[in-house]
């Protein structure tokens, strides 16, 4: 069990610019989660995966931001035309779906749009 | 909707000082109540949970019980030490399975705990 992991760390883009996040889930994890923290602010829901399949999305994801989890392992999460207001953490945590619901999260990406 | 309404921060206090960060909760039917913990550099983890009403969850000395009457999940620890110093957030799920299961979060409280 390596634990979540999320990369990059840390991206730096300007205005207008595509970014890609990638998030491996703890192996035979079949839920997975995407949330986005701003500075003084709890974690909010994005979108969730059951293996492949995207089971719900926020409202908050915008046309603009796309995830996907191919083969139900890895997911990625695409924001494109960035906007200074994405500026955030992204969070990625998964889930093995038994009814104890813990979630584990990965220490997130930062990003920055300028 | 569902919403989580934590005590306003930070939280300053001495080594071995009694803690308590209140949590309350806005929820339809019956939620499972979490407490995260976030040390600095690092990923959200799981602190503690409870599942029912009068669920008492604790680890590492924390504690919090479910109270469905006051719609709480008030978080205490009796002795804090400096290595408890992190941000907290209470959060609930509505279930453990499909949509239910993702979290809704407060905002979090900084703890720092002074030698």
């Known amino acids: 069990d390596t634990g979540v992991s999320q990369d990059p760390r840390h991206k730096i883009t300007k205005r207008g610019q595509n970014v890609t996040f990638r998030c491996d889930p703890i192996s035979e994890h079949n839920r997975l989660y995407w949330y986005r923290q701003t500075l003084g602010q709890g974690p909010e829901f994005l979108t969730y995966?059951?293996?492949?399949?995207?089971?719900?999305k926020s409202r908050l994801l915008s046309d603009r931001f796309s995830a996907e989890r191919p083969k139900g392992s890895f997911s990625t999460l695409e924001i494109q035309r960035t906007e200074q207001g994405d500026s955030a953490m992204y969070l990625c945590a998964s889930s093995p779906g038994t009814a104890k619901n813990i979630q584990y999260f990965g220490a997130g990406t930062r990003l920055s749009v300028l | 909707g569902n919403s989580v309404t934590q005590m306003e921060g930070p939280v300053t206090l001495s080594e071995e000082a009694f803690l308590t960060i209140n949590c309350t909760y806005t929820?339809?039917?019956?939620?499972?109540l979490f407490w995260y913990v976030q040390y600095p550099g690092e990923g959200l983890q799981l602190l503690l949970k409870?599942?029912?009403?009068?669920d008492k969850g604790s680890n590492k000395g924390f504690e919090a019980t479910y109270r469905k009457e006051t719609t709480s999940f008030h978080l205490e620890k009796g002795s804090v030490q400096v290595s408890d110093s992190a941000v907290y957030f209470c959060a609930l799920s509505r279930g453990a399975t499909g949509a239910n299961s993702k979290l809704t979060f407060g905002k979090g409280i900084t703890l720092s705990v002074r030698p």
């Open positions: 409870a599942t029912k009403a009068d």
């Open positions: 995966f059951q293996n492949e399949a995207q089971l719900e």
């Open positions: 929820a339809t039917g019956y939620p499972s």
